[in-house]
């Protein structure tokens, strides 16, 4: 089954708006990580939370982990259109390091 | 320092025919994936090595994909015969280290976008 699920899967808001997306996955995890994808394009890393950090920031991207929800929230502060693209979270389980992607949120932010 | 390179970026080829993808990584990453990205979803593993061995192939469908890494740097990834649900985007992938509760991070190639047809 699919361990990482993103919503929405598609959010359109306004330049200057915040965008938040959503995370949720089943089984323990070592660490949550956010992806961004633009059309066309390989995947850039974003931000990795580890499972005993509860909340994480990095420029205009704030992470939080509830891993007692077994979900993690990316919010995107004063969005500009250079940030359309897709976002994805991927689990990395604490017996391996592979990567479990989720279907991703494709974010729409119109100028 | 140089991103993952990958090639070609697009390859157009009909059904029971045969492709091969090619994948550099970053100098001095041990690990390498190659991923399947189908439209509209997100990235599935297919094979992960760490240096020249496999460490994860469990989702790799081995009566048509193969891959290797011979010499622990460069990798390709063969698909034969090709089916039509092998219409996807391959991303290449590698990172620093294997070991886990390090930061594993991941940086990713352009990908091929292979069409079946």
């Known amino acids: 089954s699919q361990q990482g699920e993103e919503d929405p899967q598609a959010l359109s808001i306004q330049e200057g708006e915040n965008a938040t997306m959503n995370c949720s996955y089943k089984t323990s995890i070592n660490n949550l990580q956010w992806y961004r994808q633009n059309s066309g394009r390989g995947l850039v890393h974003l931000i990795l939370i580890r499972s005993n950090e509860r909340e994480k920031h990095s420029g205009r991207l704030r992470v939080t982990l509830d891993t007692s929800k077994k979900s993690s929230s990316l919010l995107i502060t004063a969005s500009r259109a250079a940030d359309t693209a897709s976002y994805f979270c991927?689990?990395?389980?604490?017996?391996?390091?592979?990567?479990?992607f989720g279907e991703g949120t494709q974010l729409t932010v119109n100028p | 320092e140089a991103g993952v390179a990958q090639s070609p970026r697009y390859k157009i080829i009909e059904k029971r025919q045969s492709v091969a993808f090619w994948c550099n990584p970053i100098?001095?990453?041990?690990?390498l994936y190659w991923y399947q990205q189908i439209l509209g979803q997100g990235p599935k593993l297919l094979i992960q090595f760490q240096n020249n061995g496999v460490v994860d192939d469990s989702q790799l469908p081995k009566d048509r994909f193969s891959a290797e890494r011979l010499k622990g740097v460069d990798s390709t990834l063969k698909i034969q015969p090709a089916k039509l649900e092998d219409s996807a985007v391959y991303l290449c992938?590698?990172?620093?280290?294997?070991?886990?509760?390090?930061?594993?991070?991941?940086?990713f190639g352009p990908g091929t976008r292979l069409t079946v047809l």
């Open positions: 100098s001095g990453h041990a690990t």
């Open positions: 992938a590698s990172s620093r280290s294997l070991t886990s509760g390090n930061n594993n991070e991941q940086f």
């Open positions: 991927a689990t990395d389980a604490p017996s391996g390091s592979r990567l479990t």
